[in-house]
């Protein structure tokens, strides 16, 4: 069990877990020096990425995270364009403040690896930080991995996982589920909707109104990025040349006479959507919803229908994350949410399952429906893969954020019109995206070796 405002993490773009995963781990290592007292003899540091994180890892800003989490910054309340300027000065001048306390030499070219042919066992998305002396004695020495949506984990944890995660379980939760049989055995009970039950589990980690304070926080959040997007235009970072396209969309959405229903249904949600991930492409401020990669989708569908011309709807925002968010939680205990682990399906994938759920619920359906609408949303993007070409978070990852948004309103209206019990269990499609994952072939799991990445020129 993990809380909802771990799952929707305020952080930058262009990737969780090749931005904030990185970030946090440099930081986390880090600290422990410091705890230890040894941080002031720290006078080299190494970082070498692994599997993914390196393949993509110069396209997705990986390098520039590392650098970012020895700073100590936080992905959830730095300035993009400061953090981003502060890269360049460390580069430029070769020295770097661990922690912002202690400076060192830095020489990105020496001290940061990008080791394209390892391949982790225990997950692709490896990292291992060394600590030296300024006499070449190792002072510390760490192997993590970046377990997607800013999750991270070292080797002990995910080799000894009754150890715990680095984000506490919330084992007094009252409530805890394992399952959507579970979740939903629960809800049946206890009359309770699955928003009600994954509330209560929240109480493991703080008062109530503190988490809807929070929940309120991640919405307007997801509003401002979206309002962000609408703003600018211009091009993406990177050789592809990836034109800004939602300002031009919105204001040709509000000057023109409006389409038929359908059409403009499927505007605005596409609308939405690719202003988040043409935020998130350009390092930009934006919510893991579970992942940066599939960042657009539950902003769209909240922005569509939980929100006024005054901002969110607060009963609707909440009870909207809550349910997208128990659905979430399935997917990060049964499967993942990584794309370097499970292809895309475990990002856009997942994304459209937890919209489709969740707006259900805003819609007035009952547990089974919410489930059956989250069924609906992942079984039909089971396989798909995530090739970046580049290795940058634009093509085909932004128009598939788009397409998603509409799928998963679709998958909504589909689960409200059927009254019978769904012939395929959210947990079997569950169970069946995690299969497909492991029998995919890693040049199709965000490595940019295969798809898209391999057949369309990248400059």
């Avoid at 391949?119 to 993590?144: F, K, R, S, T």
């Avoid at 809800?187 to 109480?203: F, H, W």
């Avoid at 589909?414 to 569950?430: F, K, T």
Wanted: proline letters at 5%; hydrophobic letters at 40%.
């Amino acid at each position: 069990m993990i809380s909802v405002l771990d799952l929707f993490r305020i952080g930058i773009g262009p990737s969780s877990s090749h931005t904030v995963g990185p970030i946090r781990i440099a930081t986390d290592f880090l600290e422990r020096i410091e705890r230890q007292g040894a941080l002031e003899r720290v006078a080299r540091i190494e970082v070498t990425l692994q599997g993914s994180l390196a393949l993509t890892g110069v396209g997705h800003g990986t390098p520039d995270a590392c650098l970012m989490g020895l700073m100590g910054l936080n992905p959830e309340t730095l300035d993009p364009e400061a953090a981003h300027a502060a890269v360049a000065k460390a580069r430029t001048e070769g020295r770097i403040a661990l922690l912002g306390k202690h400076e060192i030499a830095f020489d990105a070219a020496r001290d940061l690896c990008l080791a394209f042919d390892v391949i982790p066992a225990l997950h692709p998305n490896g990292m291992v930080l060394a600590a030296l002396d300024d006499e070449g004695g190792e002072i510390a020495q760490a192997e993590y991995y970046s377990t997607g949506g800013g999750f991270f984990a070292t080797r002990r944890q995910l080799e000894q996982p009754a150890q715990g995660d680095l984000i506490a379980g919330a084992a007094d939760a009252r409530f805890p589920f394992a399952s959507a049989n579970d979740l939903l055995d629960i809800c049946r009970t206890q009359a309770l909707s699955i928003s009600d039950v994954v509330l209560a589990n929240e109480a493991s980690w703080r008062a109530k109104p503190e988490t809807m304070e929070g929940l309120d926080r991640i919405a307007r959040a997801m509003c401002e990025c979206i309002d962000r997007g609408l703003s600018r235009d211009g091009y993406l970072p990177g050789p592809l040349k990836v034109r800004r396209r939602a300002r031009e969309i919105h204001e040709n959405l509000v000057s023109s006479a409006a389409p038929n229903e359908p059409e403009c249904l499927m505007d605005w949600l596409n609308l939405y959507a690719m202003a988040v991930n043409e935020e998130n492409a350009s390092g930009g401020r934006v919510v893991t919803a579970p992942t940066n990669g599939a960042a657009g989708i539950i902003p769209s569908v909240l922005r569509h229908y939980c929100c006024e011309e005054g901002g969110p709807v607060f009963t609707k925002t909440r009870r909207f994350l809550l349910t997208a968010a128990g659905i979430g939680l399935l997917y990060k205990q049964r499967a993942s949410i990584s794309g370097a682990e499970m292809g895309c399906q475990g990002e856009v994938g997942v994304a459209c399952s937890m919209a489709a759920g969740g707006l259900a619920a805003v819609w007035g359906g009952s547990p089974g429906q919410v489930a059956a609408a989250a069924e609906i949303g992942m079984e039909h993007n089971l396989g798909l893969t995530c090739d970046p070409v580049g290795g940058l978070v634009q093509i085909p990852c932004i128009e598939r954020n788009a397409i998603a948004a509409v799928k998963a309103v679709n998958a909504a209206r589909l689960a409200l019109h059927n009254s019978e019990s769904p012939r395929v269990s959210l947990d079997q499609v569950i169970e069946t995206m995690r299969q497909t994952g492991l029998d995919m072939s890693t040049k199709y799991k965000e490595t940019s070796l295969g798809g898209l990445a391999a057949n369309v020129i990248a400059c």
